[in-house]
């Protein structure tokens, strides 16, 4: 693969991984921010326990999704665009923080693009 591919492809696989393993680890601890406030009212009233205890779980699931992508490019990078467009649908049907959408929705297409990245580096090792 082009070294420059292959440099993007590594700036996105990290950024990918580590991006997201940081914001699950800081669901434990609100260091970042207070990760509740992202909960509309109406979806936290249906939830059977508290918007933190919600949050930690979502935390475990960004974690995980980080080390796919770390492990599993492919897979992974597929897994945390799907989770940000559907975090991004969220906001927007409750529409708080559009602006976090929006973002949301960037980053989704950036992680599908390492997907597709590591697909040709894929198909062209199997050749």
């Not at 921010?33 to 059977?48: R, V």
Request: aromatic content about 12%.
């Amino acid at each position: 693969m082009n070294s420059n591919v292959q440099l993007v492809k590594n700036i996105l696989k990290y950024t990918f991984g580590l991006v997201p393993i940081v914001a699950g680890l800081d669901k434990f601890t609100n260091i970042l921010t207070d990760w509740s406030q992202y909960i509309s009212e109406g979806f936290a009233g249906m939830l059977p326990f508290e918007s933190t205890t919600f949050m930690m779980i979502v935390g475990v699931i960004e974690i995980i999704a980080g080390v796919l992508v770390l492990t599993k490019t492919k897979i992974g990078a597929h897994v945390v665009s799907a989770w940000l467009v559907a975090i991004a649908l969220t906001l927007i049907f409750s529409w708080t923080y559009v602006d976090v959408a929006v973002r949301d929705l960037v980053m989704a297409i950036g992680a599908f693009s390492l997907a597709k990245l590591t697909e040709v580096n894929y198909n062209k090792a199997n050749n």
